[in-house]
Structures are given as structure tokens and as C-alpha cells.
């Protein structure tokens, strides 16, 4: 088995470091200029655009898709909403 199927393999249904920092900011600038939450945000303990932001990641409600392209050109599309977090 190569590499880059082991990576693709153990990656499938998980998010790098990397990708949830880029999905929260993103998400944190919509909040930020004005874009309405897509949970309650009476329930939090802190009422703040990152908080905010890293609720919805963390339950899935978020409709992004991050794109992955793997060293071999091969291309993956993965929904936030169907990746597990820890």
C-alpha cells in the first residue's frame, strides 16, 4: 500500500489542524460582519464570533466543504458534516 493511500485512508473522516483553524476563522469573519449563527448562542458560555464559530464545527452544522488535493493530483472533497471531532 502506498503512502498516499495511508494518509487518505487515516485522513478520510478527520480534519487536519490546519483545515479547522481555516474553517473557524472563516466562519468567524462571516459572524464577525454580520451573519446570523446557525445554533443558539444563548446557551454559550462565551458570546464571542471564535466560540461561536467553533460550536457550529464541533456539531456539524456548518455546510463547508474543505478540498483536499493530495500529492498524486488526486482530488477529495470532504463535508465538515460528516467528520468526527475529539
Known amino acids: 500500500?502506498?503512502?498516499n493511500?495511508?494518509?487518505e485512508e487515516s485522513w478520510k473522516n478527520r480534519l487536519t489542524k490546519y483545515e479547522i483553524a481555516r474553517i473557524i476563522s472563516a466562519r468567524a469573519l462571516?459572524?464577525?460582519?454580520g451573519a446570523?449563527?446557525?445554533i443558539d448562542t444563548n446557551n454559550l458560555p462565551f458570546n464571542d464570533v471564535i466560540s461561536i464559530a467553533?460550536?457550529?464545527?464541533?456539531?456539524?452544522?456548518?455546510p463547508i466543504t474543505v478540498r483536499r488535493v493530495?500529492?498524486?493530483g488526486k482530488i477529495e472533497l470532504v463535508s465538515v458534516k460528516k467528520v468526527e471531532f475529539k
Open 5 to 7: 493511500k495511508i494518509f
Open 30 to 33: 462571516q459572524l464577525a460582519m
Open 70 to 72: 493530495y500529492p498524486n
Open 54 to 62: 467553533e460550536e457550529e464545527l464541533k456539531r456539524g452544522v456548518l
Open 1 to 3: 500500500m502506498s503512502i
Open 36 to 38: 446570523s449563527p446557525l
